[in-house]
């Protein structure tokens, strides 16, 4: 079975500095990673997504991942914090079934913090 | 703004009581999904529809059920509710089976 593990529940940065939020999954083949961003009272947002293309995938608003399949990681970088990107971030693994149906398999969550 | 609707934002009920989730889904998309997000559990799939056949389930109880009709909008029933239902449900929905899925601004159930 597909899972992803979120290696930090919280995570705190000044504004200005870089981000990393680290995801680690399991899968038996390939899979598809995505990154959401869950904004107080708001929905679930696409960040990116990795779909077997280029290993590093850069998104929206200045977000970027690298999948590394030795390392079974698919970590999320910004080069600079910005306060509005303190949210709750979910890294996701796909399992797609042969019924075409796609399970998305959703990380514990990390909390972004940002200060100023 | 995902494309997605959900109604009620907001929806506080009495346990025993019996309640409706409403969702829309992006112009075009045929596939539609239910999540519920608590905090003990987590994000969790209950429910995928496709073009208005059940088409896979995940931990979705049984006093729980759903459909989508002809106009691709969905709804889902909770009944018999319990102090546990309390969570926020997400609505998604995709072009096709398969495809990235857009989330909607959820609804947030209170039992009491």
């Known amino acids: 079975a597909q899972s992803v593990t979120q290696l930090d529940s919280h995570v705190s940065v000044s504004e200005g500095t870089p981000v990393l939020l680290r995801c680690n999954y399991s899968s038996s083949y390939s899979p598809s990673l995505f990154w959401y961003v869950q904004h107080p009272n708001k929905g679930l947002q696409l960040l990116l997504k990795y779909t077997s293309a280029a290993t590093l995938v850069k998104g929206i608003n200045g977000f970027e991942a690298e999948f590394k399949k030795s390392e079974t990681s698919f970590h999320l970088t910004k080069p600079s914090a910005h306060m509005s990107d303190a949210a709750e971030y979910f890294c996701?693994?796909?399992?797609?079934?042969?019924?075409?149906?796609?399970?998305?398999?959703f990380g514990t969550g990390t909390r972004l913090l940002v200060s100023p | 703004d995902s494309g997605v609707t959900q109604t009620p934002k907001h929806l506080i009920t009495a346990t025993g009581q019996r309640v409706t989730l409403r969702c829309s889904p992006r112009s075009g998309d045929l596939s539609v999904y239910w999540y519920q997000q608590s905090l003990d559990q987590g994000l969790q799939f209950l429910i995928q529809?496709?073009?208005?056949?059940?088409?896979a389930k995940g931990n979705i109880l049984e006093r729980f059920s759903a459909q989508q009709f002809p106009d691709l909008h969905s709804e889902l029933n909770l009944s018999s509710l319990e102090l546990g239902d309390s969570a926020l449900y997400f609505c998604?929905?995709?072009?096709?089976?398969?495809?990235?899925?857009?989330f909607g601004p959820g609804t947030r159930l209170t039992v009491l």
């Open positions: 996701v693994v796909s399992d797609t079934q042969r019924t075409g149906f796609q399970k998305l398999v």
């Open positions: 529809y496709y073009n208005g056949e059940e088409r």
């Open positions: 998604a929905s995709s072009v096709l089976a398969g495809y990235e899925q857009f």
